[in-house]
């Protein structure tokens, strides 16, 4: 029996340690909020998603507020920056000080606004006519709180490769494109025809972010402004979708993955000669040609146009989580990030388009060149992109059928596997079975 | 020592010549000794359990609890449904299309996966020079993250520019659709569970194969068995449990796979495994339902769902594994043998 005293002793740890780490799992709560404004170091964190451009801000930001540390997180894609939302709302915790909500999917947030604080408190109405009036109100939930501070919208112009676009005999100059698209979807798409006669080529990259636009372009979308279901028996939506098939099946579409085209090289290889662009493309659209080997001879350029007139794809918010321990110093960076002038900063580092008037009016006046777009003066064309523009309202699926009840039959009809009629009818009964 | 080898009951027939007086025999302090070496043990096992309990049981639970309600991701619990979640799954063709998928892959994976794994072990089990260097090399895979896996994976079964497809040009054959069709799209999420997994389960069985009696392998080689023969006669009866254990883990491991089939369609955002589900998983499946259609109830039953295909196919696993391992499953001849010298043994 020499053993029993050590086993006791060893059995006496086994459950110290057992009840220490229930302890640890526990104790990671706690500490109360500090709201005041005072000079004690504070770190705040930020998740934002694709191309924001806020690094130097976030530089500037901490060098003029010594006692702030930004830790910043950066999702690549939206739909990626959703899922992390999501999941941390589900759980309760982990979101950070500030988050990046993207338009698409602000109406599921929306049915959560009670989990975000209303920026009323933290004088967000002052600022109201600082931005475009619906960007405010889109922020603004049922119960009047304000959840999210504007920060780009998404009117949408029309990239083109200028090369391609010589090769086919059109005319590649910025104006005289714009003059030779301006028209409806139809007179878009028989551009394309032509273009596809000429070259045998693709006209644009897939059919999925066409889609996005037409639709993003009505007055109401997926969902009536009420919030009611309506695709099934949406005769303009169908009609819509019709032109888009047909365009489809005349090898209009290059088939393409979204967020991979080959790695960027269909950007650079002449794989397709449109692309559209809300403001927050460009960057996209840069990158994936720089990633597949191109530069800015490759010839993409950015024409004041699109097909069937104004229309807006995306758009962000910065809200602040009730969950965050410093909502006053959060609240004040968010509101700091989306000042006109840092609009304008960020526009600069990534294309994105400003939601404040006055932003816009500066970009608007002064039109500096973008060298990655042949010189395309890119604010000066998406300021005139935007007049018109009103988002429209997006419901609580609005994401799901988007991506998983019009993604996979579109897909289909890209690689020629379906008709338009057939894809319709799938994209009803997926309706149904995911939304429905 | 040899107090705990003997089982806790054994320790109580130590004294069994005074059984009757016995609890008025014992001193106070006998007493704590014998509860001592009784509930020590118990001791010793419980941060196990009690972990268990934290991280395995109780979400176990707790996921039974959210499955039988209607409960959206973002919004919580709602109403009660019983087992409604459980009826619409078991209808639902996305939830038989995953399960197709999941066994698909699964088959496609495990089983030259550990042909594989089997083989190698074997081999680095001979002599060979500089052994550390081969052992550590077939582990290297392993160590690489599943994420970069798959977006190399994805990347050299790029349909239009993969590496594949230009090594099947340079032979004369055409692009194949790696990503488009069903069996091809398996092939390829399964040769990314391969890459990495066969490694790891060869080492595993290279461990067993080691405790392995060499006078086994010489007094067969005596009796004039061949290298076939001895592998199949010796090595493989000898590492059986390793064995199993392998093949179960293999089992729970291929079932739950998810980042391979969810990062070899980038495109789609909904997580849904190709445009036409092609290699959505169950797990994926699972996943598209909680975080991108926000049903958790749903998701929640899926999850069980699958825990139960996993336990019955870890059951019939081992069982298969068992029989095939022993070499019972042909002749039978060895079981005989073996029960007749037990026989005669008694």
């Known amino acids: 029996m020499k053993l029993s005293r050590h086993t006791k002793v060893a059995a006496a740890l086994a459950g110290a340690a057992s009840v220490a780490l229930l302890a640890s ?37 901490m060098e003029e507020n010594p006692n702030i540390t930004i830790e910043a997180t950066n999702i690549d894609t939206g739909g990626n920056a959703r899922t992390d939302a999501f999941t941390k709302i589900a759980a309760g915790s982990g979101l950070s000080d500030i988050v990046a909500i993207e338009e698409g999917w602000l109406g599921s947030i929306m049915e959560v606004s009670d989990t975000f604080v209303d920026l009323r408190d933290f004088g967000i109405e002052d600022r109201s006519g600082d931005w475009v009036d619906w960007k405010y109100a889109q922020a603004t939930d049922a119960d009047g709180r304000v959840i999210g501070y504007g920060t780009d919208i998404g009117p949408e112009g ?4 200028g090369a391609l676009f010589e090769e086919a005999g059109l005319p590649s100059d910025r104006a005289e494109v714009a003059e030779l698209i301006d028209g409806d979807w139809e007179h878009f798409f028989d551009v394309g025809r032509d273009y596809q006669e000429a070259t045998g080529k693709a006209w644009y990259d897939h059919s999925g972010f066409v889609w996005n636009a037409m639709v993003n372009q009505l007055d109401e979308g997926y969902y009536t402004a009420d ?33 991979d085209w080959n790695g960027g090289k269909s950007f650079v290889d002449g794989t397709f000669a449109t692309f559209v662009c809300p403001g927050w493309m460009l960057g996209v659209v840069q990158g994936n040609t720089e990633a597949g080997g191109g530069d800015a001879t490759t010839g993409w350029d950015f024409a004041d146009v699109f097909p069937g007139g104004a229309a807006n794809w995306g758009g962000a918010f910065l809200a602040v989580p009730e969950t965050s321990e410093h909502q006053a110093a959060a609240a004040a960076l968010a509101d700091w990030l989306t000042q006109p002038e840092q609009q304008v900063a960020q526009f600069e580092a990534a294309g994105t388009f400003p939601s404040t008037v006055a932003a816009q009016d500066e970009l608007a006046s002064n039109p500096t060149p973008n060298e990655f777009f042949n010189d395309a003066p890119v604010g000066e064309i998406l300021a005139g992109r935007s007049v018109g523009v009103v988002a429209q309202f997006k419901g609580p699926d609005d994401s799901v059928i988007q991506e998983n009840v019009f993604g996979p039959p579109l897909q289909k009809l890209d690689r020629g596997e379906v008709s338009t009629q057939e894809a319709w009818d799938e994209a009803i009964v997926l309706l149904n079975e995911l939304v429905g | 020592m040899t107090s705990t080898l003997t089982p806790p009951t054994g320790t109580g027939s130590d004294g069994d010549d005074g059984r009757p007086p016995r609890a008025s025999r014992l001193t106070w302090r006998q007493r704590i000794s014998i509860f001592d070496v009784k509930a020590s043990p118990y001791a010793y096992v419980a941060p196990f359990f009690l972990l268990f309990g ?25 109403d009660f449904v019983g087992m409604e979640n459980f009826w619409a799954i078991l209808n639902d063709r996305f939830f ?24 190698l072990a074997y081999l680095l089990d001979q002599g060979l020079r500089a052994k550390t260097f081969w052992r550590m090399s077939i582990l290297l895979p392993y160590v690489v993250t599943p994420v970069a896996v798959a977006i190399i994976f994805s990347s050299v079964f790029n349909e239009a520019d993969g590496l594949v497809n230009n090594l099947l040009n340079l032979v004369g054959i055409p692009d194949q659709q790696w990503k488009h069709d069903t069996f091809l799209s398996h092939i390829a999420i399964a040769s990314m569970v391969n890459w990495r997994w066969t490694g790891y389960n060869t080492l595993i069985l290279l461990a067993a194969m080691q405790a392995v009696p060499r006078d086994l392998y010489e007094s067969a080689a005596i009796d004039g068995a061949g290298a076939a023969r001895r592998f199949f006669s010796v090595t493989i009866p000898s590492i059986r449990p390793t064995l199993i254990f392998v093949v179960i883990t293999a089992t729970i491991g291929g079932l739950q796979i998810f980042t391979e089939p969810r990062l070899f369609d980038v495109s789609n955002a909904g997580g849904i495994g190709g445009a036409d589900r092609q290699f959505q998983t169950t797990v994926l499946f699972m996943w598209e339902l909680a975080f991108f259609r926000r049903d958790f109830g749903e998701a929640s039953a899926v999850a069980w769902l699958l825990f139960l295909l996993i336990v019955a196919f870890g059951l019939v696993n081992f069982l298969l594994s ?22 005669a043994d008694a």
Do not use: H
């Open chain 1, 25 to 61: 799992a526990c104790s990671s709560d706690g500490g109360g909020t500090d709201e005041a404004a005072s000079d004690e170091p504070i770190t705040l964190t930020i998740t934002t998603f694709g191309t924001f451009g806020y690094d130097d801000l976030y530089e500037q930001y």
């Open chain 1, 158 to 161: 029309l990239c083109y490769n």
């Open chain 1, 227 to 259: 919030g009611e279901l309506n695709v099934e028996g949406n005769a303009e939506l169908q009609e819509r979708f019709e032109l888009l098939g047909s365009a489809t099946e005349d090898g209009l579409s290059a088939a393409q993955a979204a967020w």
């Open chain 2, 54 to 78: 934290l991280v395995g049981l109780f979400p176990l639970a707790y996921t039974f609890w959210v499955s039988l309600f209607d409960w959206d991701l973002l919004k919580g619990q709602g």
């Open chain 2, 96 to 119: 038989w299309n995953s399960i197709r998928n999941t066994i698909s892959i699964f088959l496609l994976s495990a089983i030259p996966q550990l042909a594989m794994a089997l083989l």
């Open chain 2, 322 to 343: 068992r029989r095939v391992a022993t070499g019972d499953a042909r002749g039978g001849r060895r079981a005989a043998r073996r029960a007749a010298r037990k026989g």
